[in-house]
């Protein structure tokens, strides 16, 4: 058969743990979109219920042959199943099918390979992807020997499989050592950061809540923003416009549920911006009907980055999109008593007092002084005036006096007046 890029898609779901059917719904519903975002369209959908998965075949061969005999009707030629398939699992399936066999990670790593831009982006993936298709080889490999047969017989699948292990590793090692070179270069524009002595946040939420967008609304950027899951890869920095202080924004790639680890470790470096920022921007998309379960798959992203218990600020976007009532019972059950903002960063209301709000952050942990700098150190004035939260300030004859706060990165600035 050509390929025609047509595909089904198969979700599994276990009968034996309670409230599954629902999220293996949304879940199936979020492959759709995935599975399109990688240039396929999907003409059918399936969900199964079992009572266990089968170590063969995941899902059962009768639902396996009955989409197969589907996909023979609607000319499909691809089947991406909504679980994470081994290599002996795609191999046994796409026998006993005739079709092609994806599952969830190989769909998204499929998308990342074709959003990544930059050169370190595009590393990344494919040090992912070859991760993915290493351990799959090694499934395969193990159930091609046993249908090999007599023990102590070196299948020629084995010996191919060694040789492709071999192979993958080397390309793997490589990349690699390109990587880290680049991370090293990246590394230094994040210590010149520092120099520049500008705190920043980190914006984060699930793909699509409207990072980039409201990104764009507080700096008056341009960045690219599309309706499609992981429009952003790489992590781009932009001041906030006329803010009180000066704050960095990083948008950054979006998370996912059952996001393939391959991914998580290969974008390590990506998703250190986050752990580096001085505060976080939540963003969530509450024109979602899936949007608490978003939030859950956000926080636990947050918790291995160590980043959950940074300064935080959430941002419920898309107002423009849901009725009062959504407004006023987030409101009513914010039991962390988190900082909250609600937006609509396409229209731009509330981006005003989303603004006020995040200068807050930064300012509470800013330390106060109250000074006077004579006038032959004057740099300093003008240095503070590029960092510093100014209350209040003077010219006295004794020099510029000046009331301020000061974030603790930024004290080497008025150091030689503090001795
Ligand atoms: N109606 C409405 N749409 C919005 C709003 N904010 C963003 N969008 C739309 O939501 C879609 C996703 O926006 P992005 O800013 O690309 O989202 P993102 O979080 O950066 O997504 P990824 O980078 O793909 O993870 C775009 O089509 C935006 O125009 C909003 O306040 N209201
Ligand atoms: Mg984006």
Redesign the pocket.
């Known amino acids: 058969m050509q390929e025609n890029n047509k595909a089904l898609l198969l979700g599994v779901y276990l009968t034996s743990e309670e409230g599954t059917k629902e999220s293996a719904e949304y879940s199936l519903r979020e492959l759709s979109e995935l599975t399109e975002a990688a240039g396929l369209e999907v003409v059918g959908e399936s969900l199964q219920a079992r009572s266990k998965f089968d170590p063969t075949y995941a899902a059962g061969q009768g639902k396996l042959n009955e989409l197969a005999e589907l996909a023979d009707a609607l000319e499909a030629d691809t089947l991406v199943l909504d679980l994470n398939l081994s290599g002996s699992q795609m191999r046994n399936i796409s026998e006993l099918t005739g079709l092609k066999i994806l599952d969830r990670t190989l769909i998204i790593l499929d998308i990342f390979a074709l959003r990544a831009t930059t050169m370190e982006g595009r590393l990344q993936v494919e040090i992912a992807q070859l991760n993915d298709r290493a351990t799959r080889l090694v499934g395969a490999g193990l159930a091609l020997s046993r249908l090999g047969g007599g023990i102590g017989t070196r299948g020629p699948g084995e010996t191919q499989l060694e040789t492709d292990r071999r192979h993958i590793q080397r390309r793997i090692k490589t990349l690699k050592k390109n990587l880290k070179e680049l991370h090293k270069r990246r590394k230094l524009t994040r210590e010149n950061r520092e120099r520049n002595q500008l705190i920043t946040g980190a914006i984060v939420g699930y793909t699509n809540a409207g ?2 967008t409201l990104m764009n609304a507080l700096c008056e950027s341009d ?3 599309m309706d499609q899951v992981f ?2 890869l790489d992590p781009t920095a932009r001041r906030i416009k006329d803010s009180d202080i000066p704050i960095l924004l990083i ?1 950054t790639v ?1 998370f996912i549920r059952k996001l393939p680890h391959q991914l998580v470790e290969a974008f390590q470096s990506t998703l250190e911006e986050v752990s580096y920022a001085d505060f976080i921007v939540e963003v969530t998309d509450i024109s979602d009907p899936e949007f608490e379960s978003q939030m859950d798959t956000v926080e636990r992203q947050l918790e291995n980055l160590e980043a959950d218990t940074k300064p935080r600020i959430h941002v419920f976007n898309k107002i423009d999109l849901v009725d009062q009532q959504v407004i006023d019972q987030i409101k009513e059950t914010n039991r962390h008593s988190e900082i909250q903002a609600f937006v609509s960063a396409r229209q731009g209301t509330g981006i005003a007092e989303l603004k006020e709000a995040l200068v807050e952050i930064p300012k509470s942990q800013m330390l106060p002084f109250h000074l006077v700098i004579p006038f032959d150190q004057s740099q300093i004035v003008s240095e503070l005036r590029n960092v510093a939260y100014i209350d209040n300030i003077e010219y006295t004859e004794q020099g510029t006096d000046i009331s301020f706060r000061i974030h603790q990165g930024h004290l080497g600035i008025i150091s030689s007046l503090l001795d």
């Open positions: 990072k980039s960045l690219h923003t429009a952003t948008d979006g």
